[in-house]
């Protein structure tokens, strides 16, 4: 028995017996401490790995977001990176963030029966702060087939104090929310079976609807006044839709904006 508010590692037995997976049969591997569990599946990558792999680790101390920014990890959240190998046409391969978005906010629904939503592209949401995001990463291995890792962070355990003071405000955790420390293995497991059971949608659908309704039915940006900055030029409008593809419509006066990626500000 551990003290009260120790953290035990990560088990990935709890997490192999909870997979319960169509395609996805990953295997395994829990850290306790990496820079980042997606540069370290990048590693992997370029040493030849060829077999599906989730990593998680406890903590890491130079994890990576969306825009080349940082991704704050301390103790308790969860960190971890799936590799898929998507038999997809190029145009739904970059619908795997969205969809992994829609998992994720699924799983944290399934689990503690909070209303997660998503913030274009996939940042996981709880009452309008920022409990998670999606960091999507294609990469060409030696073969000329392209691996997707899906990088998954939830503040989870984690509380308030523990994030950078400028991002309290801003910023949630799913302890905070549901004044519950809950399960990683539990949520971890739950995001893969949920991402398999879409991806198995994905790859029979001759449409990709599916996943772009639940992105629509979940999503807290559609219809609001929103501010988009995709690095080159601030585009000020309403969002009025995502494309097939995943972009961000916005309607400026009379035109309607494609944004494929940013940042936005929504009011
Ligand atoms: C975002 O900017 O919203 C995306 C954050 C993604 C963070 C996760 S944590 C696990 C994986 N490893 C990383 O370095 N980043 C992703």
């Known amino acids: 028995m551990l003290p009260d508010g120790e953290l035990m590692t990560i088990d990935a037995s709890v997490i192999e017996k909870g997979l319960r997976t169509l395609l996805l049969k990953p295997n395994v591997i829990v850290l306790d401490t990496v820079d980042?569990?997606?540069?370290?599946?990048?590693?992997?990558l370029a040493r030849g790995l060829t077999d599906e792999i989730v990593v998680l680790a406890d903590s890491q101390h130079a994890g990576r977001g969306r825009?080349?920014?940082?991704?704050?990890?301390?103790?308790?959240?969860?960190?971890?990176s799936l590799t898929l190998k998507p038999r997809l046409p190029e145009s739904r391969v970059a619908m795997l963030g969205l969809l992994a978005g829609c998992a994720a906010a699924d799983a944290i629904h399934q689990m503690t029966g909070l209303d997660a939503g998503l913030k274009w592209p996939n940042d996981i949401m709880i009452r309008e702060h920022k409990v998670g995001g999606i960091l999507s990463e294609a990469v060409n291995i030696s073969d000329g087939t392209t691996i997707v890792i899906l990088g998954i962070g939830i503040d989870q355990n984690t509380r308030l104090e523990d994030m950078p003071a400028e991002f309290r405000d801003r910023?949630?955790?799913?302890?905070?929310?549901?004044g519950l420390e809950t399960s990683r293995e539990e949520l971890a497991y739950k995001i893969v079976n949920n991402i398999d059971a879409r991806l198995a949608v994905l790859v029979s659908d001759s449409s990709p609807s599916s996943i772009l309704d639940e992105w629509m039915r979940v999503n807290v940006t559609i219809g609001k006044k929103v501010q988009v900055n995709d690095g080159e030029r601030v585009i000020r409008g309403v969002a009025v839709g995502i494309t097939p593809t995943g972009s961000l419509r916005v309607k400026v006066g009379h035109r309607d904006i494609e944004i494929q990626a940013g940042d936005v500000l929504q009011y």
């Open 67 to 80: 825009q080349n920014r940082c991704w704050h990890s301390p103790l308790g959240g969860l960190y971890m």
């Open 171 to 178: 910023t949630t955790t799913i302890l905070t929310e549901s």
């Open 36 to 44: 980042s569990t997606n540069s370290y599946v990048r590693s992997l």
